[in-house]
T-cell receptor, first 116, second 111 residues
């Protein structure tokens, strides 16, 4: 149980285009989902926290107009990288928390974004 | 959340126990110690967590010192598939419960 999927697993796009990444909790309902970014040889950095039905909370330095997060249901959150540029190339990972009050987060397999 | 210190890398022979230390000397009373690992190019995987008692599950054991300022994750019989970056994270029992990943320990299990 507690499986989180991401789609796509990798994507290559041209500079200036937008890319949508989906994060799904397959066998549980996720009240909270998190989006992380990881550059090569670095640790994960939290980008934003999203709660179902409300606006996402972004970490300092993360542009909310560039990284659009939608958490419309208890099993799906999406991250849209708008007007992507090469510096947005990274490994994007989502995680989901199963119940309010539980600490364990279950991570997706990640999405490798390459912007040309 | 408390800061952590972990060795940047460790090697372990396959089949032997891997003992990964973590220093969290500024941990507060309501913070649990969580351990995750990340195999290369994959999402992190939850391993184990504890408050002050030692814990064991099917993956690992967690030993927390009495003063809670440090802990050790033990993989009793390491396999090549245990090669990964291991992160320890004190997490408060408050409502935020965000995970803050430090630099972790790169464990390499050698054949």
């Amino acid at each position: 149980g507690a499986v989180v999927s991401q789609h796509p697993s990798w994507v290559i796009c041209k500079s200036g285009t937008s890319v949508k990444i989906e994060c799904r909790s397959l066998d549980f309902q996720a009240t909270t989902m998190f989006w992380y970014r990881q550059f090569p040889k670095q640790s994960l950095m939290l980008m934003a926290t999203s709660n179902e039905g409300s606006k996402a909370t972004y970490e300092q330095g993360v542009e909310k107009d560039k990284f659009l997060i939608n958490h419309a249901s208890l099993t799906l959150s999406t991250l849209t990288v708008t007007s992507a540029h090469p510096e947005d190339s990274s490994f994007y990972i989502c995680s989901a928390r199963r119940l309010a009050g539980a600490n364990e987060q279950f991570f997706g397999p990640g999405t490798r974004l390459t912007v040309l | 959340d408390a800061k952590t210190t972990q060795p940047p890398s460790m090697d372990c022979a396959e089949g032997r126990a891997a003992n990964l230390p973590c220093n969290h000397s500024t941990i507060s009373g309501n913070e649990y110690v969580y351990w995750y690992r990340q195999i290369h190019s994959q999402g992190p995987q939850y391993i184990i967590h504890g408050l002050k008692n030692n814990e064991t599950n099917e993956m690992a054991s967690l030993i927390i010192t009495e003063d809670r300022k440090s802990s050790t994750l033990i993989l009793p019989h390491a396999t090549l598939r245990d090669t990964a970056v291991y992160y320890c994270m004190p997490i408060s029992s408050g409502s935020a419960r965000q995970l803050t990943f430090g630099s972790g320990t790169q464990l390499t299990v050698l054949p």
